[in-house]
């Protein structure tokens, strides 16, 4: 169960766009519906902010949405703010009911 | 308040056990599968095993299969880790997590292990 591929970092001015990748396999991300999007700060725990590849929690902004093209799943911050400075981690089924995260993305607001 | 709170993280040294517990309020805690997570100092997450909502199927990681094991006490809302043979690389915070649509959607605060001599 390796990781998913995410890139170590993205950044982006307030108020612009920022895009993560999450990079897998036909056997998890481009295999299942199943891929979801987490937020963490500093010292705190991760929060959902994308389930079932698009869908968004109640309370999440809707400046965070995802996507997926075949084995890579997407999330895009629009209008970045200063609080969306964290890491950010995809998460997803890889069959025989075992799941995997990503290796982690730092998002900077510059 | 719905939430997860876990304990009994510590300083364990090399081979020892350690069992964590997870108490869940707030909620319907035996409708949820439930989900233990982990993160090492200046590392990523690591998903180790999901418990069907009454306790009846575990899953694993094959890195924790064999050593770890996740149980459940529905009558008192506790979810469970019991970590054996422990090594140096087990050393994270590990995090409790309701399991439903695929995703991890509550999390607690996580309860940190250090194994060390």
């Known amino acids: 169960q390796s990781a998913l591929t995410q890139p170590p970092s993205a950044s982006g001015s307030p108020g612009q766009s920022v895009t993560i990748s999450c990079i897998g396999t036909s056997s998890d991300v481009g295999g299942y519906k199943y891929v979801s999007w987490y937020q963490q700060h500093p010292g705190k725990a991760p929060k959902l902010m994308i389930y079932e590849v698009t869908q968004r929690p109640s309370g999440v902004p809707d400046r965070f949405s995802g996507s997926k093209s075949g084995n890579t799943a997407s999330l895009t911050v629009s209008g970045l703010q200063a609080e969306d400075e964290a890491d950010y981690y995809c998460f997803s089924y890889a069959g025989n009911y075992n799941y995997v995260f990503g290796s982690g993305t730092k998002v900077t607001v510059l | 308040e719905i939430q997860l709170v876990e304990s009994g993280g510590g300083l364990v040294q090399p081979g020892e056990s350690l069992t964590l517990s997870c108490v869940a309020s707030?909620?319907?805690?035996?409708?949820?599968?439930m989900t233990w997570v982990r993160q090492a100092p200046g590392k990523g997450l690591q998903w180790l095993a999901n418990?069907?909502?009454?306790?009846?199927?575990?899953y694993y990681a094959d890195s924790v299969k064999g050593r770890f094991t996740i149980s459940r006490d529905n009558a008192k809302n506790l979810l469970y880790l019991q970590m054996n043979s422990l090594r140096a690389e087990d050393t994270a915070v590990y995090f409790c997590?309701?399991?439903?649509?695929?995703?991890?959607?509550?999390w607690g605060q996580g309860t940190l292990v250090t194994v060390s001599s």
């Open positions: 707030g909620f319907s805690f035996s409708d949820y599968w």
């Open positions: 997590a309701s399991h439903t649509r695929g995703a991890t959607d509550l």
């Open positions: 418990i069907k909502h009454d306790g009846s199927a575990e």
